[in-house]
């Protein structure tokens, strides 16, 4: 048998502890750990898997002054301790929180037009006071959503300029500053990336699309030719087919309701296969209302996505892959926590 721990954050001052039972399909909430206002993305430490990072903001519509990065530990029960540590992300509503392999944390602030990257102690769970922030815009116009790795470089989407930026840190200072960008289709709202080799995959909020683009290796360089681009709105009834018996790299996209009416199926996850060329394989159901937070089990295998809504009453699901990836299933629900907005997982056993 094999237990996972499963925190989620969300728009309230809590993250709810759950285990998720991979022999019996079950998903049972442990707990609310009290936190500062709207916890809404979490992440663990890259190496020690008991230390938990998020940002946290005063106001759900990132009208707040004073977001800030806290630090837990998770307990052997799977709670949380109380908040060991704390630092300004310097701006307004930060939206994401993620550690890199530097033992720095960053902290992008979706209302602020800005962002911070923070060190860290010899003791990981303490932050280090004092990082300025790195400005990308006007707060009217900029809105950095996430930060991702990419070798000696930093990515940040901005959804309300249509770029990624690209930092990198000053040899001198020490600081990271802004060495170029990567430019996105007008009004297209780049919200979240991930990276493969030289390929980047972005999604995009504000045209609902998924592109890819490979990255230029001048960081000057802005121009980056899309060389796929899929809408990942369900526009025809989804596929009854099972998906492709074959296992290989796979991308699940949220599509978070675009309309006013309400599909009675929920929002749908789409699943793209990444080779041999990027292409849509199917739309599933998740009967989740604007699916804000996604987050594969990891390990060797990623069996399991956890999802829920930032809206509606239908609470947190677990998906199993099938079909090598192509598929996936609903193996379990649990509706106590009616919304959710990000996940981590704990192996536990």
Same mark, same amino acid.
């Given at each position: 048998?094999?237990?996972?721990? !499963?925190?989620?954050? /969300?728009?309230?001052?809590? !993250? ?10 079950t ?8 936190? /500062? ?24 519509t ?13 307990k ?15 701006g307004?509503?930060p939206?994401?929180? #993620? =550690?890199? &392999? ?14 911070? #990257? ?9 932050f ?13 116009t900029?809105? =950095? ?5 990419? /070798?000696?470089?930093?990515?940040v989407?901005?959804?309300?300029? @249509?770029? #990624?930026?690209?930092? &990198? ?11 170029g960008? !990567? @430019? ?8 979240? !990336? ?5 390929q980047?995959y ?8 998924l %592109? ?6 001048d960081?000057? @360089?802005?121009?980056?030719t899309?060389?796929?681009n ?16 074959? %296992?290989? =790299? ?13 599909? =009675? ?11 041999p ?22 390990? &060797? ?20 892959r ?7 299933e ?10 959710? &907005?990000?996940f ?6």
């Amino acid at each position: 048998m094999v237990n996972f721990t !499963i925190l989620a954050g /969300g728009f309230s001052s809590f !993250i709810a502890s759950y285990v998720f039972d991979s022999d019996a399909n079950t998903l049972t909430l442990l707990g609310q750990n009290p936190t /500062g206002q709207n916890p809404s993305w979490i992440a663990l430490h890259p190496t020690n898997k008991s230390i938990l990072y998020f940002a946290s903001s005063r106001s759900a519509t990132n009208e707040n002054t004073d977001g800030a990065l806290q630090s837990f530990v998770v307990k052997s029960d799977g709670l949380l301790t109380e908040a060991l540590s704390q630092v300004s992300t310097a701006g307004n509503g930060p939206a994401f929180a #993620i =550690p890199l &392999s530097t033992g720095e944390v960053a902290g992008m602030n979706f209302g602020g037009g800005n962002g911070v #990257i923070v060190s860290t102690q010899e003791d990981p769970t303490q932050f280090v006071t004092g990082s300025p922030a790195i400005t990308f815009g006007d707060a009217t116009t900029s809105h =950095p959503h996430m930060a991702l790795e990419v /070798g000696s470089e930093v990515f940040v989407p901005d959804l309300g300029l @249509d770029r #990624i930026w690209r930092l &990198s840190k000053d040899a001198a200072s020490g600081l990271y500053q802004i060495v170029g960008q !990567i @430019d996105q289709a007008p009004k297209s709202g780049p919200r979240h !990336i991930v990276v493969r080799g030289d390929q980047l995959y972005t999604v995009h909020e504000d045209d609902s699309t998924l %592109t890819q683009q490979t990255i230029p290796s001048d960081p000057s @360089d802005s121009a980056a030719t899309v060389t796929a681009n899929f809408s990942v709105v369900l526009l025809a009834e989804a596929s009854n087919t099972t998906g492709s018996p074959f %296992t290989q =790299p796979f991308l699940y996209v949220s599509n978070r309701n675009t309309g006013t009416t309400l599909d =009675p199926r929920g929002d749908a996850i789409a699943i793209y296969a990444v080779e041999p060329a990027l292409q849509l394989v199917k739309h599933v159901f998740t009967g989740l209302d604007q699916i804000r937070g996604m987050q594969l089990s990891g390990g &060797s295998e990623n069996a399991f996505l956890v999802a829920a809504g930032v809206a509606g009453t239908a609470g947190t699901v677990v998906l199993k892959r099938t079909h090598g990836g192509a598929d996936l299933e609903i193996v379990a629900k649990n509706a106590e926590v009616p919304t959710r &907005s990000s996940f981590v997982w704990v192996e536990d056993v």
